[in-house]
């Protein structure tokens, strides 16, 4: 697990989209790239949109599979994760639509679209980095404390932790979705690359636990610890409970010099 310290939340956007980059320029017959929603991605997406529009960043051989997405929102709703995702990259940038998958909360026969979802995604060849956010109460996507470490995308229910902390974006905890489709923890653990992000004091205790604690389902996030390759990119206060702060703060300096050699 690598992790990053920058200074603030645009530091961190800017060393996240730094990532990204990188790696999708490792990949020239296409890359696939996994996203999350919520606030604290939405800095490296506009970054992303930045150095697409200043820099010519090319995103015609990216295909994209989001985490999760409600259920019982249509994809027109000002709150899906299909408008979010529109908003906040897909419109800014030069993707083919037909390369964007985000899990359709409206389908019929809810269980059946999980399989297919996870088909896609292996029909695609695998995600190649996965952008992820850490909730709360720890959990990734939206496997909420006690999912299975193995588990695959399916349908999950909210817990009432979660249900409040959206309820910010509707106008009543009434209309908040209880249920959403999400890419399992063992799904999220097939990608090459994972890309966690997190800021703000708020997410301090949870993301030392998930970093530097036991590895366990109450915090799903900690799997990632198991991961061949994490990368944990976050901004000093998300930081500040890290018992090995300085530690990781001197392996990236040597990294930098190292690259620099």
């Given at each position: 697990m690598q992790v990053f310290i920058k200074k603030d939340y645009e530091e961190m956007s800017q060393k996240a989209a730094e990532i990204v980059v990188e790696e999708m320029g490792r990949k020239k017959d296409g890359f696939v790239l996994g996203l999350a929603t919520g606030s604290t991605p939405v800095g490296l997406y506009k970054e992303l949109i930045r150095m697409h529009k200043d820099e010519g960043l090319d995103f015609s051989r990216v295909t994209t599979f989001n985490l999760d997405e409600y259920c019982s929102l249509a994809p027109d709703h000002p709150q899906s994760y299909h408008y979010f995702m529109d908003d906040n990259l897909f419109n800014h940038i030069n993707i083919d639509k037909k390369n964007v998958h985000v899990p359709?909360?409206?389908a019929k026969d809810l269980e059946a679209h999980c399989r297919e979802y996870?088909?896609?995604?292996?029909?695609?060849g695998g995600i190649d980095l996965q952008?992820?956010?850490?909730g709360g109460?720890?959990?990734?996507?939206f496997n909420e404390p006690g999912s299975s470490l193995g588990s695959r995308t399916r349908v999950k229910t909210l817990t009432e932790e979660t249900i409040k902390d959206n309820a910010r974006f509707f106008k009543n905890i009434d209309e908040v979705p209880k249920y959403a489709i999400t890419m399992g923890v063992g799904s999220v653990m097939e990608a090459k690359i994972c890309l966690l992000l997190a800021n703000g004091a708020k997410k301090a205790e949870?993301?030392?636990?998930?970093?530097?604690g036991p590895i366990t389902a109450e915090i799903t996030a900690s799997v990632l610890?198991?991961?061949p390759n994490?990368?944990?990119?976050?901004?000093?206060?998300?930081g500040a409970k890290l018992k090995r702060k300085d530690y990781y703060k001197h392996v990236e300096k040597m990294t930098d010099a190292l690259k620099k050699k």
């Open positions: 359709d909360g409206m996870e088909k896609m995604i292996r029909d695609a952008v992820l956010g850490i109460d720890g959990h990734i996507a949870v993301l030392a636990k998930a970093v530097e610890q198991m991961h994490t990368m944990v990119v976050m901004d000093e206060a998300a």
